[in-house]
């Protein structure tokens, strides 16, 4: 079988004295679209965070493309494929769509190419196109998180990592934003998927792992979680069938 893109190893994350990640292991491989589900602050943001190097861990190891990111800065790591988009969103307020868009490409030097894909992300994300000049911080919190996607997507990664893409976003927002998630999927882009709504990810991902207080504690087939009693009952507030 080949190598992970993304193989993490025992990975123990402390805030003060506080574990929030306790010797985590799970792995997403080429092409696939991996959920890690649980309840809030079960550490999946932070474990986001840890391999992304926004956060120091203490133990363990992540590894990307075959090798240790240990001594990776998170700037190296989006020059090498690597792209986030955070919990917030997080865009350039001040900044138009487009500037946006340009500032997810800073690493590239093709511009050619950058040019190629910024009319792609327009084809995929319409709204953008429609407002390209308009400033980022005065939209809507669903256009927000497809801008963040778009420009996290014009680093060009070989792996996307979302964190809550649909958090306080509405319930037609929320439902665009995971069909753009699974586009992005379908055509080669490999992502981790962090997210709360446990039914949208699961339905959504090709395999999934379920984190509980900062451990791993199931992981399998996305689709068949979504018949085990254990997760509709913690995570989709439902019964399982007799």
Do not use: C
């Amino acid at each position: 079988m080949s190598t992970p893109i993304l193989a993490v190893t025992g990975l123990q994350v402390a805030y003060g004295g506080i574990q929030a990640v306790k010797g985590v292991d799970f792995e997403v491989r080429e092409g696939e679209l991996v959920a890690l589900i649980g309840a809030n602050g079960a550490g999946k943001t932070t474990t986001l965070k840890a391999i992304t190097r926004i956060q120091p861990w203490s133990a363990g190891e992540v590894t990307y493309l075959g090798r240790s990111i240990r001594d990776a800065g998170a700037h190296q790591l989006v020059a090498r494929g690597l792209a986030m988009v955070p919990e917030g969103r997080g865009v350039f307020a001040r900044m138009t769509i487009v500037e946006n868009l340009m500032m997810g490409a800073h690493t590239r030097r093709d511009s050619a190419g950058v040019r190629r894909d910024i009319d792609r992300m327009f084809e995929t994300f319409p709204r953008l196109k429609e407002r390209a000049d308009q400033l980022a911080g005065t939209m809507s919190g669903g256009e927000q998180q497809m801008l963040a996607m778009a420009r996290a997507l014009m680093s060009a990664p070989k792996l996307l990592l979302l964190d809550e893409p649909s958090m306080g976003l509405s319930p037609i927002m929320v439902e665009r934003v995971f069909e753009v998630v699974r586009d992005v999927a379908a055509q080669g882009t490999t992502i981790l998927l962090v997210e709360q709504n446990a039914r949208l990810a699961l339905e959504s991902a090709s395999r999934a792992y379920v984190m509980d207080s900062g451990v791993i504690t199931m992981s399998g087939d996305a689709r068949a979680m979504l018949d085990d009693p254990r997760v509709r009952a913690a995570y989709l507030g439902e019964e399982a069938p007799a």
